[in-house]
């Protein structure tokens, strides 16, 4: 008897443990019945082994329940489906509206405020043939297209879906339990040069435009992302675009064969040209939308705000656009920390790609089916000069003022570096040396200056409770290297033109990402109502105010205007950058001692 009520414990575990690996697997409602049967079915027959005391059988019955239980979470896991535009469930068309290749619709917010078109084509698929060539121009179409969900994303690795749930539910906090909006998966594909529109609802003409290109290392990220969704910016006056573009092996590959057979002489920037492809098709298509080209501004954040960087300096996008804004990343160092390459690597990286796949020509590797080539233990995740989309380092650009933007908004998360360093064990011990790779010679130097470990006030945000340790004071130092020199250095090399730059810090703690990297995106874009139950009112007053500086930035090239604190220019205060957190206004950067550093290891690397 005690037996048999162990066993009704256990079976109960059981079928909670298999419930929850159903709901973090996001599997379709079909799964959960199937798996419902299965389990009723082991109970009976568990019953009747134990009944019978064959201990054999219900062995047997244990290992035929996890292998049929595992083989229906496997059948029945989500299925790839398109993301809609906006999130009525039967949105209103848009009227026709006309572009180059043809005509197409969009679907209205129910609310019917905003337009939204997802999935116009930029240019045409690259794939066959045009896998690792320049962008070509897309094709016309007959009829009218109904641009009513989101393109694929570009190919890119895929995780476990269980593991990225469980991300979603530890790190973000966003996780929708019990949502059957969750039973899917965004759709990847090589076919992805797409890009969506959100523009005020009605007639309009000539008004500024958002063109924002999203993160992701350059190796993955889409652009259905909620948290720069483009509907409340739309709403404050301003089109916005985002665009996808080739990811890591697709994107950034580079191979000397390529270079020989491209009428430009260029390999490794085809994600940059895709992205640059986007902005020429917004230059000559956004009037259509009610867009004025000749008020363009680039935008993005982490490696898109490194593009951002790369398009400011490519002499490609000159005239393309007039202002800039860029989000914890760049590319203005001597040698830049990520997202970019010297050309020697790139094609160094190429050669033990073909050799991986066994291909003697880029031909050979073109044949790779992109589902097996996405799957190379390589990651190409840096830009490179090129001498065509980039022709020389980026800083040497700026020094000779030939870089594209007219003013210029940036700045950086106060924990920018801390997820990145998830699982490094730094102790007293070896912080020192753990600091080597970020500032050389030098780490010693910087260690010093954040000692005692993580005592700084600055820094101890309630986010993370660093406790005082080495871990704490690493994870500034990687940040003030990795991410929040790029942007003081961009910001004076801009200053130097007499280029207006406005340079903000984000502090805000919230039960999301708080001031870690990207925790600054659904305030700036206004997306917190997103994931409302993670945000207060204080969160949205803060939003309200980071969305007037970034529209009126959009609209004016200068951020401030009525109601808002007053944010002075870089060139004026080199020693300050506006604060965005609990209060919002002018404040110190408590990292401009490890600049000087950092400085010392720049000016020795070059």
């Known amino acids: 008897m005690k037996f048999k009520k162990a066993f009704i414990v256990f079976f109960i575990c059981f079928l909670l443990t298999f419930g929850l690996l159903f709901e973090l697997g996001r599997n379709t409602v079909w799964g959960w019945c199937l798996g419902g049967a299965v389990f009723a079915a082991f109970f009976l027959l568990h019953g009747k082994a134990l ?3 064959k201990k054999g059988l219900r062995f047997l019955s244990w290992i035929g329940f ?6 229906v979470m496997k059948l029945s896991g989500p299925p790839a489906k398109p993301v809609p535009a906006v999130e009525a469930k039967h949105p209103a068309a848009t009227d026709v509206v006309t572009v180059a290749e043809g005509d197409l619709t969009g679907v209205y917010t129910e609310d019917k405020a905003v337009e939204v078109y997802a999935g116009i084509p930029f240019a045409a698929p690259p794939v066959g043939e045009l896998r690792w060539k320049e962008p070509q121009p897309p094709q016309p179409w007959e009829g009218v297209r109904a641009c009513d969900t989101f393109a694929p994303a570009s190919m890119q690795q895929q995780g476990n879906v269980i593991v990225d749930s469980l991300t979603h539910v530890v790190g973000f906090r966003d996780f929708k339990w019990f949502d059957p909006a969750n039973n899917r998966r965004t759709p990847v594909s090589e076919d992805s040069l797409y890009l969506n529109v959100w523009k005020p609802a009605g007639d309009v003409k000539n008004l500024p435009v958002l063109f924002f290109i999203h993160g992701g290392s350059l190796t993955g990220g889409e652009t259905s992302n909620g948290a720069y969704n483009g509907e409340s910016l739309a709403r404050r006056g301003i089109v916005v675009v985002n665009c996808a573009y080739r990811l890591n092996v697709f994107g950034y590959y580079a191979n000397e064969a390529l270079a020989a057979e491209s009428p430009n002489g260029t390999t490794g920037n085809y994600g940059l040209l895709d992205q640059i492809a986007a902005l020429r098709w917004v230059n000559e298509n956004i009037a259509a939308f009610g867009g004025d080209p000749a008020k363009i501004t680039v935008a993005g954040e982490s490696a898109g705000a490194s593009s951002v960087n790369a398009v ?4 490609l996008a000159k005239g393309l656009f007039r202002y800039a804004i860029a989000e914890s990343s760049g590319i203005t160092a001597r040698t830049p920390y990520h997202t970019f390459r010297p050309l020697e690597k790139a094609l160094e990286m190429g050669k033990e790609i073909m050799a991986e796949f066994g291909a003697k020509t880029v031909g050979d590797l073109r044949n790779v089916p992109a589902e097996k080539l996405v799957k190379t233990r390589f990651t190409n995740s840096a830009m490179t000069v ?32 801390d997820v990145f360093s998830f699982g490094e064990k730094v102790t007293a011990e070896n912080y020192v040396q753990s600091l080597e790779d970020v500032l050389g010679d030098y780490a010693e130097e910087g260690a010093a200056l954040v000692e005692p470990f993580g005592q700084d006030p600055a820094y101890r945000l309630a986010l ?17 290297a990795w991410f929040n020199y790029s942007h003081y250095n961009w910001s004076r090399l801009l200053a ?11 502090t805000k703690y919230n039960k999301g990402l708080a001031a870690n990297h990207a925790g600054e995106m659904p305030y700036a874009y206004g997306n917190l109502y997103r994931q409302a139950w993670l945000y207060t009112e204080e969160d949205q007053a803060l939003s309200e105010t980071m ?13 401030n205007g009525a109601g808002l604190p ?3 220019r870089f060139n004026d205060a080199p020693d300050k950058a506006l604060e965005l957190g609990d209060t919002v206004g002018m404040a110190a950067d408590p990292d401009l001692a490890l600049y000087k550093v950092i400085d010392k290891y720049q000016n020795q690397k070059g």
């Open 464 to 480: 993370v409770e660093q406790g005082g340790n080495a871990k704490g004071s690493y994870n500034r130092v990687l940040s003030a």
């Open 312 to 315: 400011c300096v490519s002499p």
């Open 66 to 71: 996890l292998v049929v239980m595992l083989g």
């Open 51 to 53: 009944s019978q005391k």
């Open 496 to 506: 130097a033109q007499n280029v207006p730059v406005y340079e903000y810090r984000f």
């Open 566 to 568: 007053a944010w002075e």
């Open 386 to 417: 090129d001498g065509y989309a980039v022709t020389e380092q980026p800083y040497l650009t700026y020094e000779k003022g030939e870089n594209n933007e007219q003013a210029l908004l940036n700045g950086f998360n106060a924990h920018e570096a």
């Open 547 to 559: 969305q007037g500086y970034w529209a009126n930035f959009v609209k004016t090239g200068d951020p």
